[in-house]
């Protein structure tokens, strides 16, 4: 940017209005010795890279003490760092590293399940009058039924991980909810011991340093009483128990509760929920400063575009489908309430495969995506290898995923047909598998083109993409004209603009559904972002008067033509950035 430091917007309590998170999973990202998963000292080798693209924060997925059953979501002690990934001395290293770079530090708080090898399942299962039996969610077999037999369990739901949500524990004779793992038991929130545990290991993780908490399915913690019956729906074996976990009653209850225990008279935190099915009126309840609960949410509707209620069940999103449900978001949160800006995580595919396009237009359209996600009213989020337009993996077959969602959901559905349609069956699977499955955003950061990517010296966990010879930062970082000075320029635009970090959002329809072009405004300041999401070259039907003017283009992610504007056709992903004239450059 042409100015030399970055305007200040945000106080010392909303500096995330104006910051970009970058997300890290830690096995995947980088591995200091060489045992093929990433680790804390990888990480801390690397924040020179990401002090250099711009970022503000990092987050953390899981680094806790578990056995990995859900690569860490499964924890079984909140106050360690897993071995495989350091120590609670490396951990301290990269927040005072990451500190003294600008860069804060986000935890994933896991809290709605634990691992069941945490102490407090074990006391928990250790008979049915133990002090802690209560702080799970424990059921006798349905009425009628002897424990174990099939249909005993206590309702009908399905595991996220396919399977029954219950498992029987033979010692007690009563079955546990694990809305995830069968290793991953839920904790009863209604017990307000949990919550009071919980509460006191979160202020030790702040008293250590750590900027806040992003929160993993948080509105799950309050269940419906009686925990009914969930619906059936067609190819499913199990009814879905999503109606009765997600937003449950005292849901604003313990967030604001957790406000007042956790974070009441502390400064410069920043939290994160995520809210599967979440709808505007509810993130905005969440997301009101009012309130105190959260600062933000991960809303999920944009990542439902292009399946139905089976994630593997995979169609094109609808022409202009990203742009119109991006454009509801901004429109119902822009009174009260804040937006998350994010495309991927370690739960979705990577962007550029799902909703750009990775081989013809692999650059121009993760550019244009970028562009069309980074400006908008929120904060927004890179998940690690975003910024080098990294993509999905070539699978070739179901032994090379190692993502346990994935691999259940293959051997529940092959179960369900008969042996003579299966390899069809297989077939079809696959190919959503391909398409949607955890591990195309797990496959590790490619660091450069040499062996295992630069990602370790060992032999990885998961494999690495084989595009890596041609995807890689070693080849993007100060090189002009690469995704991640892209992503540099488009991290320091927002640090520079007052319309970008806090200003007002307008749409403007340019008369196809592909085009995205939007206004954002603050006093006499004006950014004009103008994307063409799609594989066609379009031709805009601007309004009357619109004023776009080549002089005043600050960002483009293909060559502006001077003498055609307002732009008479956009190339296929073709992205331009306007500002208002004199106030922002691009370098």
């Known amino acids: 940017m042409s100015q030399s430091t970055p305007v200040t917007l945000a106080t010392s309590d909303d500096w995330w209005k104006q910051a970009v998170v970058y997300q890290i999973y830690p096995r995947s990202f980088a591995d200091s010795n060489g045992d093929g998963i990433g680790d804390l000292r990888g990480i801390i080798n690397k924040l020179d890279y990401l002090a250099a693209l711009g970022v503000d924060a990092v987050w953390l997925s899981p680094i806790y003490t578990s056995p990995q059953a859900d690569n860490g979501y499964d924890i079984a002690d ?23 770079r600008g860069i804060r530090v986000v935890m994933d708080l896991v809290v709605n399940h634990t691992s069941d090898e945490h102490a407090w399942f074990k006391e928990s299962r250790s008979s049915r009058n133990n002090p802690k039996r209560g702080w799970y969610i424990w059921r006798k077999p349905r009425e009628g039924f002897q424990a174990g037999q099939p249909g005993a369990e206590p309702n009908n739901w399905g595991s996220f991980f396919s399977g029954p949500a219950w498992e029987l524990d033979e010692e007690t004779g009563e079955y546990y909810l694990h809305i995830f793992h069968r290793k991953q038991p839920d904790l009863n929130w209604e017990n307000p011991e949990v919550r009071q545990a919980v509460y006191a290991m979160m202020r030790w993780w702040l008293d250590r340093g750590v900027d806040g908490f992003r929160m993993d399915v948080i509105n799950f913690i309050s ?81 439902s575009l292009d399946h139905d209620f089976d994630k593997y069940h995979v169609f094109p999103a609808p022409r202009g489908a990203l742009a119109e449900n991006l454009t509801a978001w901004q429109n119902g949160l822009a009174e009260r309430g804040w937006n998350s800006l994010y495309l991927c995580n370690h739960d979705q595919p990577r962007s550029v495969s799902r909703f750009g396009d990775d081989s013809e237009h692999w650059y121009a359209s993760a550019t244009a995506l970028a562009t069309a996600l980074h400006l908008l009213r929120g904060t ?108 540099r320029a488009l991290i320091s635009l927002r640090h520079h603009s007052t319309a970008v970090a806090i200003g007002t959002f307008e749409r403007i329809d340019a008369g196809d559904p592909a085009i995205f072009a939007y206004r954002r405004s603050y006093g006499g300041e004006q950014i004009m972002a103008v994307t063409n999401l799609c594989s066609e070259t379009v031709r805009p039907a601007w309004p009357a008067g619109e004023p776009l003017n080549a002089g005043s283009v600050v960002l483009a992610n293909r060559p502006v033509d001077a003498s055609a504007d307002p732009p008479v056709r956009l190339a296929p992903w073709e992205a331009r950035v306007y500002a208002t004239p004199g106030a922002i450059t691009v370098d």
């Open 380 to 487: 927004p989020y890179v998940y690690q290898g975003e910024e080098l337009g990294m993509t999905n993996f070539p699978w070739a077959s179901i032994e090379e995923f190692q993502d346990v969602e994935a691999v259940n959901y293959w051997n529940e559905q092959l179960s369900m047909v008969p042996s003579e349609q299966r390899e069809q069956k297989a077939k079809e699977i696959l190919a959503g598998l391909r398409a949607m499955s955890r591990d195309n955003a797990r496959t590790p950061v490619q660091w450069d083109a040499g062996p295992e990517a630069g990602f370790t010296s060992g032999t990885p966990w998961l494999a690495v993409n084989p595009n890596k010879d041609s995807i890689n930062a070693a080849q993007q970082v100060g090189r002009q004209g690469s995704v991640f000075e892209y992503y």
């Open 223 to 303: 269940k419906v009483p009686g925990l009914p019956d969930g619906p059936h729906f067609e190819g499913s074996m199990y009814g879905a128990g999503f109606p009765y976990i997600a937003f449950g009653p005292r849901l604003h209850e313990f967030l604001q509760e957790m406000h007042r225990e956790v974070f009441e008279g502390r400064h410069g935190f920043i939290t994160v929920g995520e809210t599967p099915g979440a709808t505007i009126d509810q993130a905005r309840l969440i997301t009101d400063p009012a309130r105190e609960e959260l600062n933000m949410v991960f809303q999920f509707e944009h990542m």
């Open 78 to 100: 909140y106050q360690d760092i897993d071995p495989v990934f350091g120590t609670l001395a490396d951990f301290d290293e990269v927040v005072q590293q990451a500190h003294s």
